[in-house]
């Protein structure tokens, strides 16, 4: 059985493609990186057999079910096709009778725990957002409890137990309630968001309409997945609220975001493209910005120099965070990311001709390797 881990326990990893043995190959996916970029098709099965597993623990669909005559879901790039009795990827869609029916995201039901961060937050985009010099306010941060992905490093991995139990449980209305008159800012994050936006876009305009001092800015933390259509409503409250879209570019390789994510990118930088045409309309604050978790062994400079490329090629002004990596989940025996490795990746970023590029979590680089 394979076991995930939330601690660090390292040791040696051996990659099943080329055999070579490091601190930086993970024992539970056993491949290593060059072996994901350079012979995707004899290493990619097992990594999707890893993904099951990883999903069998609590329930969840190991694919996105793709039944022939099946109810289409839209919410995100998966597009869920779900035959009689299946469950949608994420673990919040079925078909009943041939109907498509929410089990949590929408605005009667979303699957979530909230908690009020003391402003300024910890956040991603704290370095960048409005809010960060708002002293005595705080943020309401809501995680929501599904994702489109399956991140086999996801630092908040236990968003698939909510999941699982479908619970704890809120309407749209009871949640935009708890943002009072010192709530300062909604971030919506988990999981992520995509599964369950129509429940975050309900509460974004039920806490605004019920606003009357201060302003109160919508901000998202995503992977970017959710449809177009929900992305172009989730900018426009970002936009006229004042609020911060942050994407998580994970892997800009599309065989390694499958080995690590499980899934395609594709419409993640499709929609992080779009939103980066809006970008000049509102430099300040920054609508957008985007991180990446800096995996050791699996996510390195050159990585992070084609994601930063695409970034710049957007907008060279765009803010990009570089996260340092706490082993977890699948990937729990990995070290977490070294000063070398973090300080290549940021000369990386900036070398691709971005000149807002920060490394976050510093406190968790290492000397080890």
Not at 64 to 86: H, I, K, M, S, Y
Request: aromatic share 8%.
């Amino acid at each position: 059985m394979i076991r995930y881990l939330s601690a660090p326990r390292l040791k040696e990893g051996t990659c099943r493609g080329c055999g070579r043995s490091s601190l930086l190959i993970a024992a539970n996916l056993a491949v290593c990186l060059d072996c994901i970029r350079q012979q995707p098709g004899r290493v990619l099965p097992h990594l999707k057999a890893v993904h099951a597993e990883a999903r069998r623990q609590f329930g969840l669909p190991a694919e996105p079910p793709r039944a022939a005559e099946g109810v289409l879901c839209t919410f995100c790039a998966n597009e869920c096709r779900l035959g009689e009795g299946e469950l949608g990827y994420c673990g919040l869609r079925s078909n009943r009778g041939g109907k498509l029916q929410h089990l949590g995201g929408t605005a009667a039901r979303g699957i979530l725990e909230w908690y009020y961060d003391p402003l300024p937050t910890n956040c991603v985009a704290e370095w960048v957002c409005a809010e960060r010099d708002s002293r005595g306010f705080k943020n309401l941060a809501v995680f929501y409890g599904a994702c489109g992905f399956d991140c086999l490093f996801c630092q908040n991995w236990h968003y698939r137990t909510l999941a699982h139990r479908l619970a704890p449980a809120m309407s749209a209305q009871e949640l935009a309630d708890c943002a009072d008159e010192r709530t300062a800012c909604i971030c919506y994050f988990g999981g992520d968001p995509s599964p369950q936006m129509a429940h975050a876009i309900a509460t974004a305009r039920l806490a605004l309409r019920q606003r009357r001092t201060r302003p109160l800015r919508i901000c998202w933390e995503t992977n970017g997945s959710m449809s177009p259509a929900l992305l172009r409503q989730v900018a426009a409250l970002a936009m006229d609220s004042g609020g911060t879209i942050k994407f998580d570019l994970k892997a800009w390789d599309e065989n390694l975001h499958l080995a690590l994510c499980g899934l395609s990118n594709e419409r993640t930088l499709e929609n992080f493209a779009w939103l980066g045409g809006l970008f000049g309309q509102r430099p300040e604050p920054p609508l957008l910005t985007a991180s990446t978790l800096i995996v050791p062994g699996y996510i390195d400079a050159q990585e992070v120099g084609d994601i930063a490329r695409f970034i710049a090629s957007l907008d060279p002004a765009i803010p990009y965070s570089l996260l340092a990596f706490y082993p977890h989940f699948f990937m729990g025996d990995l070290p977490t990311t070294s000063r070398r490795h973090a300080s290549e990746c940021w000369e990386a970023a900036r070398a691709a001709g971005l000149v807002n590029v920060k490394i976050g979590n510093l406190h968790l680089l290492s000397d080890l390797y």
